[in-house]
């Protein structure tokens, strides 16, 4: 049991190039969330997925794209990636969206 | 814009005392209260969780909440060495909203 899967887990991109990043879960969980955290500000929601078919922007929706790929499977796109996107990106599961989250290993992404 | 507040530390406790992490909300529809633990360089695991106003106990961690004063606690008695992480406070009411966390330090 893998629970909360993203690939991959470190990456070095150049301004302007683009990438996905890719998560799944094995908990048969309803929503999905991508996150991103920096230092001194904490986790912030980018997109959300509350049930398979739907996402919603988070906090910080801007320079990213997401896709519900089926039940299992929530991916983040960076169309053109900008050295202000340098962070610690977390996948997180839940049952519901008033449920516990757990939480993937992080992809730390660093764009020069 | 809701907020949610946590002091940022850090808060040193002695090993074997009673850690107490504060966590204050601005928005008083908020439903959902969670406490998470985050070791330097690892994602966050789930601590606690409560809904309801009054007292959650799970082992060595209680969880305390008042939603007319809009704050939530997380104690931690007979803290070890091994507590010392950074401690996050999230709250649900239509999102889920991250405090930027408190780091706690179990003095051995």
């Known amino acids: 049991n893998a629970g909360v899967t993203q690939t991959p887990k470190f990456q070095v991109l150049k301004t302007g190039q683009s990438m996905t990043l890719q998560c799944a879960q094995d908990m048969n969980h309803n929503s999905m969330y991508w996150y991103r955290q920096d230092p001194g500000m904490g986790l912030r929601l980018i997109y959300y997925s509350a049930s398979e078919g739907t996402t919603d922007k988070g906090e910080v929706p801007n320079g990213y794209n997401v896709s519900r790929l089926n039940k299992r499977e929530f991916s983040l796109r960076l169309e053109s990636a900008a050295p202000s996107q340098t962070s610690v990106y977390f996948c997180?599961?839940?049952?519901?969206?008033?449920?516990?989250?757990?939480f993937g290993d992080g992809t730390r992404l660093s764009i020069l | 814009q809701k907020e949610v507040e946590q002091n940022s530390g850090p808060l040193s406790v002695p090993e074997g005392a009673i850690a107490s992490l504060n966590c204050t909300y601005s928005?008083?529809?908020?439903?959902?209260f969670f406490w998470y633990r985050q070791y330097s360089g690892k994602s966050p695991e789930l601590i606690m969780f409560?809904?309801?106003?009054g007292d959650k106990e799970d082992g060595r961690f209680t969880a305390q909440l008042n939603k007319a004063s809009q704050y939530v606690s997380l104690l931690i008695r007979d803290s070890q060495p091994s507590d010392s992480a950074t401690y996050l406070c999230a709250v649900r009411d239509d999102k889920i909203i991250f405090g930027k966390g408190t780091r706690l330090h179990i003095l051995p």
């Open positions: 928005d008083r529809g908020s439903q959902s």
């Open positions: 997180a599961s839940s049952d519901g969206t008033d449920q516990p989250q757990h």
């Open positions: 409560i809904y309801s106003n």
